[in-house]
């Protein structure tokens, strides 16, 4: 059936079948947009202050020396903290990111990489 033809839209029950047909189109279109807004990967993310974490869980009142740097290898897993002891010493402390998220966002917050290799790929989910 032709739509541009003068008797489809004068024919009731043809009028109703192309206005159904238009109506289901654009439905089935603002779904899949909706549906596709309405997923996102994750609600929020945010940065890592990874010397933040160090200052929190080692305040310098206890301790001569605080800083956070990549010491443990290029890659993801190498932050630490460096903590002096006050006795001209350092220790060096693995920093837990999940805990970092959870201190700087919100207690159900996690922390998740994109790259393995990039020490700075960290952010936080909550």
């Not at 929190?56 to 443990?72: C, D, E, K, L």
């Amino acid at each position: 059936m032709n739509i541009l033809s003068s008797t489809a839209w004068r024919d009731p029950s043809a009028l109703r079948r192309i206005l159904l047909a238009f109506g289901l189109s654009v439905m089935g279109v603002v779904l899949v947009v909706l549906s596709v807004r309405a997923t996102p990967a994750h609600a929020a993310t945010g940065g890592i202050d990874v010397a933040r974490y160090c200052r929190t869980n080692y305040p310098t009142s206890y301790y001569r020396v605080n800083f956070a740097r990549i010491s443990g290898g290029w890659n993801v897993w190498g932050w630490r903290c460096h903590v002096g002891t006050g006795y001209g010493s350092i220790n060096v402390v693995r920093v837990d990111m999940n805990l970092a998220c959870r201190q700087q966002y919100n207690p159900g917050a996690y922390a998740t990489y994109y790259d393995a290799g990039n020490p700075y790929s960290w952010f936080c989910v909550y």
